[in-house]
């Protein structure tokens, strides 16, 4: 089972990058990030596609969500991070779902495609065998620059996915999502806690100090209600 490092040392990560021409100021800020965070080298030291991976390690070491028998959707999976934690940590059946192409992961089925396709809950069922017993969306939508409708695009997609859950898990399943702070998650709760039994927050240690980003942890799920009907005696 891979384990989540303590705390990825930022010891001796000290590069600067100098401008070029062909570098704007913001570029140069992001390169520098990435060079000096612990989590990016870390992750190419151990073969995560990208620092996301930790995040999942990070929730599923606090919340127990990956175990033997667990059929996992990763929705928005590219690069694959997520899916290859799914994978290592035991689920029994991992699909990856994205818009992008995804190099194969073994012990994943990778389907590119997008999951606002009606056709796609019945189709991804079907792939797992079953309902999900989690799925995953670490989804953000590529951003504009005005924090207001950034935020208003990332909730859009959270809930477009929390819709998605409902159509697609098992009763007790669990769904995992990225939100960002900012007042208008509270409608996606509101939705969630009707549907799970409980549902909390987290920011991982992964997550950057100065990232708005949280995540929402929604277990116990309900059931749809003709999941309910279904199971009634049919009259005779």
Same mark, same amino acid.
């Given at each position: 089972?891979?384990?989540?490092? +303590?705390?990825?040392?930022?010891?001796?990560?000290?590069?600067?990058?100098?401008?070029?021409?062909?570098?704007?100021? /913001? +570029? /140069?800020?992001? *390169?520098?990030?990435?060079?000096?965070?612990?989590?990016?080298?870390?992750?190419?030291?151990?073969?995560?596609? +990208?620092?996301?991976?930790?995040?999942?390690?990070?929730?599923?070491?606090?919340? !127990?969500? &990956?175990?033997?028998?667990?059929?996992?959707?990763?929705?928005?999976?590219?690069?694959?991070?997520?899916?290859?934690?799914?994978?290592?940590?035991?689920?029994?059946?991992?699909?990856?779902? $994205?818009? *992008?192409?995804?190099?194969?992961? !073994?012990?994943?089925?990778? &389907?590119?495609?997008?999951?606002? $396709?009606?056709?796609?809950?019945?189709?991804?069922?079907? $792939?797992?065998?079953?309902?999900?017993?989690?799925?995953?969306? $670490?989804?953000?939508?590529?951003?504009?620059?005005?924090?207001?409708?950034? !935020?208003?695009?990332?909730?859009?997609?959270?809930?477009?996915?929390?819709?998605? /859950?409902?159509?697609?898990?098992?009763?007790?399943?669990?769904?995992?999502?990225?939100?960002?702070?900012?007042?208008?998650?509270?409608? &996606?709760?509101?939705?969630?806690?009707? !549907?799970?039994?409980?549902?909390?927050?987290?920011?991982?240690?992964?997550?950057?100090?100065?990232? +708005?980003?949280?995540?929402?942890?929604?277990?116990?799920?309900?059931?749809?209600?003709?999941?309910?009907?279904?199971?009634?005696?049919?009259?005779?």
């Amino acid at each position: 089972m891979a384990k989540a490092p +303590s705390k990825p040392s930022s010891r001796g990560l000290v590069v600067r990058v100098k401008s070029a021409k062909s570098r704007s100021t /913001a +570029s /140069a800020r992001w *390169l520098a990030r990435q060079l000096n965070d612990p989590y990016v080298v870390a992750a190419k030291q151990q073969g995560w596609r +990208s620092r996301a991976a930790f995040k999942l390690l990070e929730l599923d070491d606090k919340f !127990h969500l &990956i175990h033997k028998g667990v059929r996992v959707l990763d929705l928005g999976a590219a690069p694959g991070g997520w899916t290859q934690v799914a994978v290592k940590r035991g689920a029994s059946a991992v699909l990856a779902l $994205d818009l *992008l192409p995804i190099d194969p992961i !073994h012990g994943a089925v990778i &389907i590119q495609g997008d999951f606002t $396709d009606p056709a796609m809950p019945e189709r991804l069922t079907a $792939d797992l065998g079953g309902g999900a017993d989690l799925v995953l969306s $670490d989804m953000a939508p590529n951003t504009t620059g005005h924090a207001s409708t950034d !935020h208003i695009r990332i909730v859009a997609l959270a809930e477009m996915a929390v819709d998605f /859950a409902i159509q697609v898990l098992s009763p007790g399943g669990a769904f995992v999502a990225k939100v960002f702070q900012g007042g208008s998650e509270k409608q &996606i709760l509101d939705v969630l806690k009707k !549907h799970f039994s409980t549902v909390r927050h987290a920011k991982p240690p992964a997550s950057r100090k100065d990232s +708005s980003e949280l995540y929402v942890v929604a277990t116990g799920f309900k059931g749809r209600p003709e999941m309910a009907t279904d199971s009634l005696p049919r009259p005779q």
